[in-house]
């Protein structure tokens, strides 16, 4: 497997509240975490950073070669969970802090799968001759979409495209969603903030795919975002299958 990533403040943003984290785990495993913080001048870096070492350091402390789909989904579970009481902590003992969040959408990639969780609106694609998205947004606009009371079309100028309904360390306790997807040779998963997907539509990041190597998508997706108006700060990892 092969990672590539890159963050990048935008070109309209005055700070970058989000965060990213991909490694190897071993031979057959890897794993990736984009978070988009939210909550005054700082409070989305803290939360976002918060988030990223949290569930990092969990997977970094807890994965074991050869556990399986479920056990990874439970590690996966308990990592989000220890990661927004930790926030929702930090913020209650600082004023400046006080309702701080942020999204998530992290994932363990094995040989065969692709175990996703999430909250918010960062989202996870497969990407192979055709992109998929894994995950669904938890926001306004999936919601009135859903309810057949906004269209696709009428979603992409929606005042309150940015209005996420569910986020990380905000309450107590929070719900993530999973996705189990099966990973072929040459699959990628591609991870990525709202940055990246409210500038360059579905089929723009495909044909980057397509038409680039892969160790070059990265820093191409981000300047695709930049290109689109760069109006908020842009993450991207991408987790690549090799093929045998």
């Known amino acids: 497997m092969q990672i590539f990533s890159k963050v990048d403040i935008g070109k309209v943003r005055a700070s970058n509240q989000d965060a990213a984290n991909a490694f190897i785990?071993?031979?057959?495993?890897?794993?990736?975490?984009?978070?988009?913080?939210?909550?005054?001048?700082?409070g989305g870096d803290v939360a976002s950073n918060t988030a990223v070492n949290a569930i990092s350091d969990y997977v970094k402390s807890s994965y074991h070669s050869g556990m399986s789909?479920?056990?990874?989904?439970?590690?996966?579970?308990?990592?989000?969970?220890?990661?927004?009481?930790?926030?929702?902590?930090v913020s209650k003992k600082d004023e400046a802090l006080r309702g701080m969040g942020t999204t998530v959408v992290a994932a363990i990639i094995t040989n065969?799968?692709?175990?996703?969780?999430?909250?918010?609106?960062?989202r996870?694609?497969?990407?192979?001759?055709?992109?998929?998205?894994?995950?669904?947004?938890?926001?306004?606009?999936?919601?009135?979409?859903?309810?057949?009371?906004?269209t696709m079309s009428e979603a992409k100028d929606f005042p309150e495209k940015n209005v996420i309904t569910r986020a990380l360390g905000v309450e107590s306790n929070v719900i993530a969603d999973q996705s189990i997807v099966p990973l072929n040779p040459g699959d990628a998963l591609l991870l990525c903030s709202d940055g990246l997907t409210n500038f360059v539509d579905a089929p723009s990041i495909l044909s980057v795919f397509?038409?680039?190597?892969?160790?070059?998508?990265?820093?191409?997706?981000?300047?695709?975002?930049?290109?689109?108006?760069?109006?908020?700060?842009?993450?991207?990892?991408?987790?690549?299958?090799?093929r045998g």
Request: aromatic fraction near 4%.
């Open 210 to 242: 397509k038409q680039n190597r892969i160790e070059n998508v990265a820093d191409l997706l981000v300047d695709a975002a930049n290109a689109g108006g760069g109006g908020d700060n842009i993450s991207v990892v991408i987790v690549s299958k090799e």
């Open 25 to 42: 785990i071993d031979d057959n495993t890897a794993f990736a975490v984009v978070c988009d913080g939210m909550g005054g001048a700082n």
């Open 69 to 89: 789909n479920d056990k990874i989904s439970q590690l996966l579970k308990i990592a989000v969970s220890s990661a927004n009481y930790e926030i929702f902590n």
């Open 124 to 150: 996870a694609y497969l990407i192979n001759d055709d992109i998929v998205q894994i995950t669904k947004d938890h926001s306004v606009v999936q919601s009135l979409i859903e309810s057949g009371k906004l």
């Open 112 to 122: 065969d799968h692709a175990i996703v969780y999430h909250v918010g609106d960062s």
